[in-house]
């Protein structure tokens, strides 16, 4: 729970702390079980009543909002740890075992088009598909990553390890993390295509393609 910030604090603050760590924890569980699940559910997991939960979180949206944001901002923030990495292919792959583990997409995926995202989340999205694309322009100038790879690409394979769920979680790690190296292994390597290597099929995803979750709608 500390990672939800509820460390180092005292009496009704520290109690307030760590029900909003218990109901994002139990929210996450909840949720990706069962995306329409009521909050009630969460409650009853977190083992919290419903006016903490109503305090903290007015509705269900701004509950799933919260956790997806959560899951932007660690986006961010393990982009910006590897970013002094010198070894730029090191930084690219590093960065994905990281979000591969965090489970970020999980939540994106199960939870996409369930609530109105904010105009903050929107400007993460951007700043998050940014530094991803600095990161993969970097292991390009290494020609450790073939050149027909974008960086949205790497929105898709996110995509296709959260699907990899077992019930037990250190398995799914290691299974996820064993999906994520041989789609590594199959773009690594060559920095040509053409004659040398196939090239990839059907057109990359296209820039902001996959970012239609964080757009406000109206």
């Known amino acids: ?6 460390s ?16 994002l924890d139990a929210a ?18 977190a083992g919290v009543g419903m006016s903490a939960l109503y305090r903290r979180y007015p ?48 939540l994106t995926v199960h939870l996409a088009g369930t609530f109105t995202p904010t105009e903050e989340m929107g400007r993460d999205a951007q700043r998050a598909g940014e530094m991803m694309g600095r990161l993969v322009e970097r292991a390009h100038a290494t020609g450790r990553l073939r050149r027909d790879v974008v960086a949205d690409d790497f929105g898709l394979v996110l995509e ?15 299974l996820r993390r064993r999906f994520l190296s041989m789609v590594l292994d199959g773009v690594a390597g060559a920095d040509v295509t053409g004659d040398d290597v196939a090239a990839l099929p059907g ?15 109206g």
């Not at 740890?81 to 690219?92: H, N």
């Not at 296709?160 to 250190?170: F, K, Q, S, T």
Request: glycine share 6%; proline share 7%; hydrophobic share 40%.
């Open 1 to 6: 729970m500390d990672d939800h910030g509820s």
């Open 8 to 23: 180092g604090l005292a009496g009704r603050r520290g109690q307030a702390a760590r029900n909003d760590a218990a109901i």
């Open 28 to 45: 996450r569980e909840v949720f990706l079980a069962d995306p329409k699940a009521p909050v009630a559910a969460v409650a009853e997991r």
């Open 59 to 106: 509705g269900k949206e701004d509950l799933l909002r919260r956790l997806c944001h959560d899951g932007l901002r660690r986006w961010i923030e393990e982009a910006e740890a590897v970013e002094t990495e010198p070894d730029a292919w090191k930084a690219l792959v590093v960065f994905l075992e990281r979000i591969v583990d965090a489970d970020v997409h999980s």
């Open 160 to 174: 296709g390890c959260a699907a990899v769920r077992l019930p037990d979680p250190e398995r799914t790690r290691e």
């Open 203 to 217: 057109p990359a995803p296209q820039p902001g393609e996959l970012n239609w979750r964080w757009r406000r709608s």
